[in-house]
């Protein structure tokens, strides 16, 4: 299963990439919402894990153009960030986002939802 991650803080984008790596994902990692959308437009991705907050163009606004392209509206997306306020998880989910994750999260917390979503996804395909 191939995923890609985006977020601006190098250090959570590198051991989230390494735990999803040793979970035997394939991981893309990108720096900004700019290169994942750029990114998605050129590779085949089974899940999109986006952070909330980032320069220039934020998770949501990439979550929303994923949805609007017709190559990849049902791709997962999957946000995590450090807001928890409900408009802010209204936002998300309005953008068209499949799960929200609070900061901090577990690395077994984050691998157990990307397993469910993987299920969920396995389970319509049937």
Known sequence: MRILLADDEPRLLHIVSMYLGMEGYDVRAVSDGEEALRVVESEMFDLAVLDV???GVDGIEVCRRIRANEATKSLPVLMFT???ADAD?????????????TK?????????VIKSVFERASALAR
């Not at 998300?92 to 994750?101: K, S």
């Not at 901090?104 to 157990?112: D, E, I, M, R, V």
Request: aromatic share 4%; glycine share 10%.
């Open 53 to 55: 907050m980032m320069p």
């Open 82 to 84: 450090s807001l928890s």
């Open 89 to 101: 998880v209204e936002k998300a989910r309005l953008a068209g986002a499949n799960h929200m994750i």
């Open 104 to 112: 901090p999260f577990s690395l077994p917390g984050l691998g157990a």
